[in-house]
């Protein structure tokens, strides 16, 4: 029997995730409710360096859901987290272009520009390093490199946890608006200062649209996991070593929740399609053309070993590219039990 845990902190990113649906739904907090646990939201603190917790994974007794180049980031400077689940839920991952630039394909982009964001001040710069992926994916399928295009950085001073508390109709979505030039980028493209700029997700589809960019090509559309692999592909399920060890049952609870909204969501595309679009902070429109049609059916937690090589794949990456201090083994991060566990729940509810 684990003794009973008093608060459990929870962050997300703004992208489909099974804990998203849980919690908009209020299954998350009911359940811990009635465990006599408290739920609180990372992002809607008061205090910048909880707040900072959804990159750096500090907070004790903690779960996040999102983006994996943080996770991997924090595992790497030695913060005991583990993996309880990864969510592989492919998007668009675009290289764009302005129409006139001449740049069609993806060996049109050798000797030309492409621009980069680079955040300054930030413990881990997710957005620049997953833009080098895309763009080394990309190119590594003509046989050219990332050195033979002419990468210009566009610096970012804010700080990533800069932004006030966001507490948003309840549903607490990590988000607020990023200040010191965002979309630097997409400005320079736009201006004619480089040739090509990287996104990825809704914000990609609905830009790409707005601008009448062109796509040079989508490696979330590749058919090779790999060339798909990135910080959205797979999405890390990770919590503290002390949830894990103390309260056990919480991180159980914490599994059975993701994956019955999980379930839930592939019986009701619609209604999905709307808490994606909220999660997103973008329409039901660009969720579909991001996410797919079947954006309810690819929300699916587990630990397949296709995410599993994809997510190593991807640390190998940020440790070649200096994104981090040390290598990380993807299998020696992952903790099984309380997804085994969660899935006996559900087994012996059905």
């Not at 983006?67 to 290289?95: F, H």
Request: aromatic letters at 8%.
């Amino acid at each position: 029997m684990t003794q009973a845990l008093e608060t459990l902190w929870y962050t997300r990113c703004p992208v489909p995730t099974g804990l998203g649906i849980a919690l908009q739904k209020g299954w998350l907090e009911q359940t811990f409710k009635a465990k006599n646990t408290t739920i609180q939201s990372l992002r809607e603190s008061t205090d910048k360096s909880v707040r900072e917790s959804h990159f750096d994974h500090t907070l004790q007794n903690s779960v996040r859901h999102g983006g994996n180049i943080p996770a991997i980031w924090a595992r790497s400077v030695g913060r005991e987290t583990r993996v309880l689940g990864l969510s592989w839920a492919d998007e668009t991952q675009r290289i764009l272009t302005l129409p006139e630039s001449g740049i069609r394909g993806v060996r049109d982009l050798k000797g030309r520009r492409f621009g980069l964001p680079k955040w300054v001040n930030a413990q881990i710069d997710f957005a620049r390093a997953q833009a080098i992926r895309g763009l080394e994916n990309a190119l590594r399928l003509e046989g050219l490199e990332v050195n033979d295009v002419q990468l210009v950085d566009y610096v970012i001073e804010a700080g990533q946890s800069d932004t006030a508390a966001v507490s948003t109709a309840g549903t607490n979505v990590f988000g607020g608006v990023r200040r010191g030039g965002q979309s630097a980028e997409l400005v320079a493209l736009l201006r004619g200062e480089v040739d090509a700029i990287f996104l990825k997700g809704a914000h990609a589809a609905q830009t790409s649209h707005q601008f009448g960019l062109h796509t040079v090509i989508d490696t979330g559309a590749h058919p090779d996991p790999l060339v798909r692999a990135n910080n959205g592909t797979p999405r890390t399920l990770t919590v503290d070593l002390n949830l894990l060890n103390k309260y056990f049952d919480a991180a159980v609870d914490i599994v059975d929740q993701v994956l019955q909204a999980e379930q839930w969501a592939h019986a009701n595309p619609d209604e999905t399609r709307r808490f994606l679009a909220r999660e997103s902070n973008t329409s039901e429109y660009w969720v579909t053309q991001a996410y797919g049609s079947d954006a309810h059916l690819r929300l699916r937690t587990d630990l397949s070993d296709t995410s599993i090589a994809g997510l190593q794949d991807f640390a190998n990456f940020l440790f070649r590219w200096q994104f981090l201090p040390y290598a990380v083994n993807v299998n020696e991060w992952i903790d099984a039990r309380a997804f085994h566990a969660a899935q006996a729940l559900i087994r012996r509810a059905a």
